[in-house]
């Protein structure tokens, strides 16, 4: 392939931070790039806590423990999303309920979201497609009439804000990926960021294997023992290290990233305008942080067909997301309902190469080679 449909960025200062990690003498998890990311995710965006995770995957299993989800309890969740948003949860039991998007955007629906509600409603959780926030107004207005806990999955939206707000600070809690394709990235990593002061205590356990050793390491215990449940959810310091790295470089990365998104928008106006393809404006309150380039063809065959073209012309264009609803996994459990905007988004959705120092030239050829495809 000419261009790649993604290319991780360096900012060429990983390999000094690791390397300084090992001369510190503690490549094990929690220890000083540990602290020195959380204190920048905290301090940036106003997170109550935050922990680095070995994966976004990860983080959503953390935030299943902490809301306490039991076998039969029901969780709201998109179709539209990645499996990982949905295991996290059926792994404890939950019963899963996919709700649809709206019509204009690949959200979930704050309207789906009111008819799926039940008294085994425990969780709402909610993905910002392509950084993109969801209703949130009207989500945690209905959360909090019924008490439920919401959950974000941010994986796409660091950096990105709702009415001024930044995406993580939302809800209950938050979870981000530094997985090799998003913004920020360390090869496999992720990020939960806590919101209720009544988690903080206990996510640092579950995140300690069930121990209390972070607190022993503060000083205010005098030995450390299994107190609940958990895992090894905490990264090493080398991963931290790589990821300070990146952090240092959070602003030029950003400009970066919407700087292609911004390109794209202009060079794709004409094939918006023609009706050739849609590229769905943001929802009210949203911003762009640079996640992704995605359009909505008007048929899941031009869509396939255009895929084909352009990957036949060296660019790697792609699809996604398979609805969960109807997956291999899941049809058995699920209760049949029809979700329409799901599966039309997941068969006319396309995505575009999309990495810091993707050109401008890049782009405009991309977009000239995509006009080709429909003059056919
Ligand atoms: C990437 C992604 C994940 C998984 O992130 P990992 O860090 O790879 O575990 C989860 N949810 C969404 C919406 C994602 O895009």
Request: one cysteine or more.
């Given at each position: ?13 990983e ?6 990690a ?117 989500i ?48 496999e ?42 895992s ?100 058995p ?35 000239k080679t ?7």
């Amino acid at each position: 392939m000419k261009i790649p449909f993604n290319k991780p960025w360096f900012t060429g200062k990983e390999p000094h931070h690791m390397q300084m990690a090992a001369i510190f003498g503690q490549i094990s998890g929690n220890g000083a790039y540990t602290k020195k990311c959380h204190e920048f995710f905290v301090d940036r965006f106003g997170f109550g806590k935050s922990l680095l995770t070995t994966s976004c995957s990860d983080a959503l299993e953390m935030t299943a423990l902490l809301a306490h989800i039991e076998p039969g309890d029901e969780v709201i969740m998109p179709s539209f999303t990645f499996v990982s948003t949905a295991n996290a949860f059926v792994i404890r039991g939950a019963i899963i309920k996919f709700a649809d998007t709206t019509p204009e955007y690949p959200n979930i629906s704050a309207q789906q979201i009111a008819e799926l509600i039940t008294t085994k409603t425990k969780a709402i959780v909610v993905v910002h497609y392509a950084g993109a926030a969801c209703d949130m107004n009207a989500i945690n207005a209905l959360a909090i009439k019924h008490n439920i806990i919401v959950i974000e999955d941010a994986a796409h939206a660091l950096g990105a804000f709702y009415y001024g707000r930044p995406c993580g600070t939302l809800a209950d809690m938050a979870t981000f990926s530094f997985h090799e394709t998003k913004n920020i990235i360390c090869g496999e990593g992720g990020m939960l960021a806590l919101n209720k002061k009544e988690y903080f205590n206990r996510a640092e356990i579950l995140w300690e294997k069930g121990t209390n050793r972070a607190a022993f390491h503060r000083g205010e215990v005098n030995k450390y023992g299994w107190v609940d449940i958990g895992s090894s959810f905490l990264p090493s310091e080398l991963i931290s290290a790589f990821l300070f790295a990146q952090l240092e470089q959070f602003d030029v990365i950003q400009m970066e990233r919407t700087r292609v998104k911004r390109d794209y928008l202009k060079h794709f106006d004409s094939l918006n305008r023609s009706g050739h393809l849609t590229i769905p404006k943001l929802p009210d309150g949203a911003t762009e942080n640079g996640n992704m380039f995605f359009a909505v063809c008007r048929t899941g065959e031009e869509r396939n067909q255009l895929i084909k073209y352009l990957n036949h012309e060296g660019i790697h264009a792609v699809f996604h997301y398979l609805p969960l609803h109807n997956s291999p996994y899941f049809t058995p459990h699920h209760d049949g309902r029809q979700l329409p905007n799901t599966i039309r988004f997941s068969e006319n959705i396309i995505r575009f190469p999309f990495y810091s120092g993707l050109e401008t030239d890049d782009i405009e050829w991309i977009a000239k080679t995509t006009a080709k495809f429909f003059n056919r």
